[in-house]
């Protein structure tokens, strides 16, 4: 009989093959970065040293805390990496202000979510979901390099005050709200079903876009005047968010991470045609 030491050394390297699964998505964007020729190589000369170190301790220490697991600490790292050397120290800092944003809504209210089964896992996010929350805003802020420096830069912004936004609602909805309605009918549904909002959630997610729009201002990683532009797209397709998860995510036509890449992808489009 396998002995339970045994079976734990067999689940170990499945679980660091199934880490790697993310990295391995974003890959294409991964290459293209390096590759490509001009302003990403300069950049990388100028960040790299700087951006490798922060990101791999910045990884670390989520990982200590139980924000991200082991698949969510290797993306986090890399996807944080190409964030760092594209937008500068700050949009590290923005990629930080979101994460202290989720981790703190997360465990707010823990004892609740968990007696209501609505709970995340105590090991943390994962690859997949750092992935959805971050890969648009890593794309965006790398071509920022080589496109319309502003407005590029500003729509990757918009889609991490998105995926802030998305989480601290749903979040304190489930840790405060016990009134929630289907996003599509305004019909009562249980606290955690997907598409459903509450105002104490919706209200939690406005002031996580408004904090990460303020940070990016803070920081100059977008111009002051268009702080409102970053959270008005982050709260609006934040409701695209719902939108999507009360009826393709309830019929099983999108996974929850995808419904998030989505939204962010939504939240860097409706930037630019707010900017025009």
Known sequence: MQSARDRLHAIRPARRRAGLAPLMTAAPLIWAAVHSPGPFVVALHEHARAALLITLLFAFLAYRIRGVDYSGALAGAVLSFLLFVSGGPGAFVVVLAVFVLTVASTRFGYTRKRQLGVAER???????????????????????????????????????????????????????????????????????TDGGISLAGTVAGVIAALIVALVSGWTHLVSSHRIAVVGGAAVLASFVDSLLGATLQRRGFLNNEAVNLVSTAAASGIALVLLR
């Open 122 to 192: 105590k090991q943390g996010r994962n690859g997949w979901q750092i992935l959805a929350n971050l890969a648009v805003a890593a794309a965006f802020c790398v071509g920022a390099l080589y496109g319309p420096h502003e407005p590029l830069l500003l729509a990757g912004v918009a889609a991490l005050a998105e995926a802030a936004a998305d989480t601290v609602s749903g979040e304190c909805g489930k840790a405060l709200s016990d009134q929630v309605f289907l996003i599509t009918t305004f019909k009562r549904v249980t606290v955690g």
